[in-house]
């Protein structure tokens, strides 16, 4: 018993190892052992004679992201699917993996497998990357012993997820950077710039414009203050996004308002209908009860909107109304995607137009991106104009009346 217990909590590792077969040819591989003793054991057993053995180095890596996950499903799917047995599926994409974390996660939920563990049950031990959408697919691609199909749909959801969000994030990216720069660029005016134009407007002698004076006075706040205005603006920005983080009413009210701010708002709604969709398509398709399924479908939408739609329409459906019935009476989804849901219960191909409606709102998607970018050059371009050339002509005013004086 004891024996036994020990060799359990012997956790394996990889090494590299060079050596030399039978014939005297030089060979290389890579091996999972508990040391480097088991390992020269294990060679020699083949008959190589073992000259170098070296554990293999890993980094630290960075954090684990939802594109890293998405791209182990879509490896873990197309090995499984080409006949490599499960562990050694999660060995190959383990040692593929140029992120050390990742490679220690996957290691981990090898081992819980290789002790007879599910595999839907050692992902759920790891919450914060897994999560209960993902460990119910796979709990039902394994009650079903179709685990390689529910794995590449699960696969092809996270893909599309990631890049509607990608798209939108691409979308915000330049108005938000642009509008960083040019605050550091008027700041930068009004605590170096500004201050040398107003030495040389004293030399004039005359009553400045108001503009001018207007500029001028900004510019003092701006130098006498501006560890304040940038504490203060950088710190108002941490503290909004972490209560927008933590905070479950800061994320209802902030979720409220991005869905009617203009041309955002509605790329933000059309987004949430394709992954709202998206998701329930995936969920039904692969056999999980609609009451169950809804549980994870409210919080992948990505809204706070839809999440409590979403609790709305559980609540309706398990008292036996219908799914598109109930999706009505919430007034949040489009008619569209209403209406191809009751033709899906009707037909009993309710997955199939869910996945229909996710397609038209991810082509959507891409079209608010291509038209909100080429929307916000000129609006940007206006903002920047004003701002920098109000400032430049407020300075050249006074010039411009010496001049007339003159």
């Not at 593929?96 to 007879?116: A, H, Q």
């Not at 660029?185 to 407007?201: C, G, N, T, Y």
């Not at 203009?262 to 992954?275: C, E, Q, T, Y």
């Not at 996710?358 to 004003?386: C, N, Q, R």
Request: charged letters at 20%; glycine letters at 10%; a positive charge.
């Amino acid at each position: 018993m004891a024996t036994a217990s020990a060799t359990k909590i012997i956790k394996e590792l990889v090494f590299e190892w060079e050596g030399k077969d039978k014939s005297g040819k030089v060979v290389r591989g890579e091996i999972r052992a508990g040391g480097e003793a088991m390992v020269s054991a294990s060679l020699r057993r083949q008959g190589i004679m073992v000259t170098k053995v070296k554990k293999r180095r890993v980094s630290s890596g960075g954090s684990i992201k939802a594109k890293d996950i998405a791209g182990f499903t879509r490896q873990l799917s197309t090995m499984m699917r080409a006949g490599v047995p499960l562990l050694q599926s999660f060995d190959i994409v383990a040692r593929g993996s140029t992120n050390g974390k990742l490679t220690r996660l996957l290691n981990d939920i090898r081992e819980e497998v290789e002790t007879g563990t599910s595999l839907s049950a050692a992902f759920r031990k790891h919450p914060m990357y897994f999560d209960a959408l993902y460990c119910n697919l796979v709990e039902a691609g394994e009650a079903a012993g179709i685990l390689e199909a529910l794995l590449d749909r699960l696969a092809t959801y996270q893909e599309k997820t990631q890049a509607i969000k990608g798209k939108i994030k691409s979308a915000l990216i330049y108005p938000v950077a642009v509008m960083v720069v040019a605050f550091v660029v008027l700041a930068v005016m009004m605590i170096f710039v500004i201050p040398s134009f107003e030495d040389v407007f004293k030399s004039f002698g005359a009553d400045l414009p108001a503009p001018t004076l207007f500029v001028i006075a900004m510019s003092k706040i701006f130098v006498r203050y501006w560890w304040a205005i940038f504490g203060f603006i950088g710190g108002g920005i941490y503290f909004f996004m972490e209560s927008w983080k933590r905070s479950v009413k800061m994320q209802k009210v902030m979720d409220r308002l991005l869905l009617r701010i203009p041309v955002f708002g509605s790329l933000i709604n059309k987004s949430s209908v394709a992954r709202w969709t998206r998701t329930l398509s995936t969920m039904f398709a692969a056999g999980v009860p609609l009451v169950e399924a809804l549980d994870s479908v409210g919080g992948a939408s990505g809204n706070a909107v839809f999440a409590e739609a979403t609790e709305a329409i559980q609540r309706d459906v398990s008292t036996g109304s219908g799914l598109s019935v109930s999706m009505q009476s919430t007034g949040v989804f489009p008619i569209m995607v209403v209406q191809m849901c009751a033709i899906g219960e009707e037909s009993g191909a309710l997955d199939q137009m869910l996945g229909k409606a996710a397609e038209f709102y991810e082509e959507e998607v891409d079209e608010a991106v291509k038209g909100l970018s080429s929307l916000m050059e000129p609006f940007v371009i206006v903002i920047l104009g004003t701002l920098i050339g109000g400032i430049v002509v407020s300075m050249y005013l006074p010039i411009f009346k010496l001049g007339q004086v003159v």
